[in-house]
């Protein structure tokens, strides 16, 4: 029989005793979020035993910067969340900026520059500054839900339990809220 999820004050409870250096309390962390964690980081970095790695750092990051966690700022699993989002990315931008190999050298010139131009850079800033303004016409719990489906990767379930709404609620606020956004991004606000 599978374990009921810890709750939040649960998780809250623990990172408050790992930043006074509770090694039984960062155990039960670890055992409470570390499949979500890994999750997160293989759905980023692909390559398995590069996201088994980045999942260690994230947990020694845990482990350092645990007396930063406030819960008054976010909930616990948001803040595990972005620091395994975070490290992940970290990693894909140190594979994106590492040396070429000699054989690669070789190939670099003949290859198109794949780097986006002027153009395309405006036109993604302006995406994305119309993807949030089209975000703030969603009623808080709405725009939340989308952030914890969509930033977080967490499912209708997971989501209905974290804001504590039924699982319907959560359904229709997801679609209704993508519905609005679409309406708004071809509108164009």
Excluded at 31 to 41: D, N, P, Q, Y
């Amino acid at each position: 029989m599978p374990h009921a999820a810890p709750s939040p004050e649960d998780l809250a409870h623990w990172l408050a005793r790992t930043a006074l250096g509770d090694r039984a309390a960062f155990e039960r962390l670890y055992e409470a979020t570390c499949s979500r964690l890994f999750a997160v980081v293989l759905r980023i970095q692909r390559d398995r035993g590069l996201a088994e790695e980045l999942l260690q750092e994230v947990y020694v990051t845990v482990w350092h910067s645990a007396g930063g966690f406030d819960a008054a700022r976010s909930q616990p699993l948001t803040w595990l969340t972005a620091i395994a989002r975070n490290r992940a990315i970290d990693s894909l931008r140190r594979a994106a900026v590492r040396p070429p190999s000699p054989a690669e050298e070789l190939d670099a010139d003949a290859l198109p520059d794949d780097r986006p131009g002027p153009a395309e850079l405006l036109q993604r800033a302006l995406d994305r500054r119309l993807l949030g303004l089209c975000l703030e016409q969603l009623a808080p719990p709405q725009r939340q839900s989308i952030a914890l489906a969509f930033y977080d990767g967490l499912s209708h379930a997971e989501i209905a339990l974290h804001l504590r709404e039924p699982l319907g609620t959560v359904k229709a606020w997801l679609r209704r809220s993508l519905q609005a956004l679409r309406s708004c991004l071809d509108g164009g606000a």
